[in-house]
């Protein structure tokens, strides 16, 4: 379902309303393996649609708010700012590194800030990162920062 209809609305058969109503119901799914099937499909939509700058913008956009509902849901931010371990359950754990990915990736001011913030402390301090987000900061920090 997920795929046709991500699908559709990549190739304009189908409507924008269409993702909005389904990443809507979809923000509420609580297990791991689902949501990461989700960020891929709006990934792969992503790259069908890069040639409509309109259309890309779009979707950039609801990718956002669906990105910032999961950063909240799993109370991502207190393992960025605050430096909390990560749950040790091992779903709650790849729900919070996903939801930080996808915040970073779609670029949700809160996320950027803190991997921006946090990369900076590791180049200019060598503050150690979590190794499960070493990826992530070194990634989207390293970019924010070059930016700035």
């Known amino acids: 379902?997920?795929?046709?209809?991500?699908?559709?609305?990549?190739?304009?058969?189908?409507?924008?309303?269409?993702?909005?109503?389904?990443?809507?119901?979809?923000?509420?799914?609580?297990?791991?393996?689902?949501?990461?099937?989700?960020?891929?499909?709006?990934?792969?939509?992503?790259?069908?649609?890069?040639?409509?700058?309109?259309?890309s913008q779009k979707w950039k956009e609801v990718n956002r708010g669906f990105a910032e509902e999961l950063y909240k849901k799993f109370e991502a931010e207190k393992y960025l700012k605050n430096g909390e371990e990560l749950p040790d359950d091992f779903q709650t754990r790849m729900k919070t590194i996903l939801?930080?990915?996808?915040?970073?990736?779609?670029?949700?001011?809160?996320?950027?800030?803190?991997?921006?913030?946090?990369?900076?402390q590791y180049k200019d301090n060598g503050q150690e990162i979590k190794a499960e987000l070493k990826e992530h900061y070194l990634q989207h920090g390293n970019k924010r920062v070059s930016c700035y």
Request: hydrophobic share 40%.
């Open 1 to 55: 379902m997920l795929y046709d209809t991500f699908l559709l609305i990549s190739e304009g058969s189908k409507p924008m309303s269409h993702g909005l109503n389904l990443l809507s119901l979809m923000s509420e799914e609580d297990e791991y393996a689902p949501l990461r099937e989700i960020s891929r499909q709006i990934a792969g939509v992503g790259v069908h649609i890069s040639g409509d700058q309109t259309l």
């Open 99 to 120: 939801a930080i990915n996808l915040a970073c990736a779609y670029e949700v001011q809160e996320c950027v800030t803190a991997a921006k913030d946090i990369f900076t």
